[in-house]
């Protein structure tokens, strides 16, 4: 086993088997290295990787429909790709795309039934794969498309912490790594089945970038991730608002769950520390280890209008003059708004919700 002078480790084969903070900034985040195996790409080894799965806007006939951008602009789908090599690409095709782009086309029945078989890690790698390759995306993307200011990416004028996504990296690179993972390794992921009578296409994808959090929704299944929390947010959610929960939601009142997602882990006090442990020798793949700082996960006492702020970024456009709410956008924000729960703690139809003249 190597250390290379950017705290990157390398395998007796030369696989690079840990990719440090600072090279994950500074190299995969801002060059034309493949975001994998880190490796510089050449004409004859370069692949484009879509951040959005590419049998997803096949299904969804996606290419040429846009995806919003956190600096509210838009950019195709077909577009909205990242630098990978040909190796790389086609091994996260073989090990995560085929296998759950099958059980997704089964619908919620199908998902269920690929994880009572295979279990969860397959699809909470992969929703972390996504997740990291819409940030590295921003990268290479202006702030400001008019260049007569200042010239930053989006990830910059956002203000990303890479050191935050540092975890969530690493789980992305597992297939390539094939790093042993502590179960703690793998945090909060919920899955629900979802009535998609308020959106036109069976298909969204959203991600809270400062609280590690993401949501998909593919077909009629709903796939809600949190990393790093070792589980502690489901945890702490199956004693309020998970129990009242019907068997199914829509597709806007998930992403009311995901707010609720979001905004547990960023109450979580104490959240605990990855690690990974090379082998010495440089033969055996690395360990990926969880370390819990106390006994047990502690919260912060719940704060409201920080539910109400992801609230209104997640959902502030999509229902602005098409819900039934008095000062519905100023309520949203103060987290006053639910539309999931009525004030009898019900679940709400949306029929009740939406205006009748949508």
């Known amino acids: 086993m190597m250390k290379l002078s950017n705290g990157n480790f390398v395998d007796a084969k030369g696989k690079t088997t840990f990719v440090s903070i600072k090279a994950f900034a500074s190299e995969v985040c801002n060059s034309d290295v493949c975001f994998i195996c880190t490796k510089v790409l050449k004409s004859g080894n370069y692949n484009k990787e879509h951040v959005i799965p590419n049998w997803i806007l096949k299904k969804f006939n996606l290419h040429n429909e846009n995806v919003n951008l956190p600096n509210d602009t838009k950019l195709k789908y077909g577009q909205y790709v990242v630098p990978c090599c040909i190796e790389c690409n086609s091994l996260l095709s073989e090990e995560l795309e085929v296998p759950l782009s099958k059980a997704f086309s089964g619908g919620f029945e199908g998902v269920m039934e690929y994880l009572k078989q295979d279990g969860n890690l397959k699809l909470y790698l992969w929703l972390a794969v996504i997740f990291v390759k819409t940030h590295i995306k921003d990268q290479s993307l202006r702030m400001y498309l008019n260049k007569s200011f200042e010239h930053k990416s989006i990830a910059e004028g956002v203000g990303y912490e890479w050191e935050i996504f540092h975890h969530i990296y690493c789980l992305s690179r597992v297939p390539y790594t094939k790093s042993n993972l502590d179960s703690h390794c793998i945090g909060s992921l919920f899955i629900i089945e979802i009535d998609n009578v308020d959106n036109e296409k069976d298909f969204d994808y959203v991600d809270v970038s400062f609280a590690n959090t993401s949501g998909i929704i593919v077909n009629n299944v709903g796939a809600i991730a949190v990393f790093g929390d070792a589980g502690a947010v489901e945890n702490k959610l199956r004693y309020s608002i998970l129990p ?81 709410i008095d000062n519905f956008r100023e309520r949203l924000k103060k987290g006053e708004v639910s539309i999931l729960f009525d004030s009898s703690g019900q679940l709400i139809s949306p029929k009740k919700l939406l205006k009748s003249d949508r």
Not at 248 to 269: D, I, P, W, Y
Not at 282 to 300: A, D, H, L, R, Y
């Open 244 to 324: 009242m929960l019907g068997q199914t939601v829509t597709s806007m009142q998930f992403r009311e769950l995901v707010a609720n997602f979001a905004c547990c882990n960023l109450h979580l006090k104490n959240p605990p520390n990855h690690s990974t442990i090379s082998d010495k020798s440089g033969i055996e793949p690395p360990k990926m280890i969880c370390k819990f700082n106390g006994s047990k996960p502690v919260f912060e006492p719940f704060e409201q209008d920080l539910l109400g702020k992801i609230m209104d970024m997640l959902l502030g456009d999509l229902l602005d003059g098409k819900v039934a």
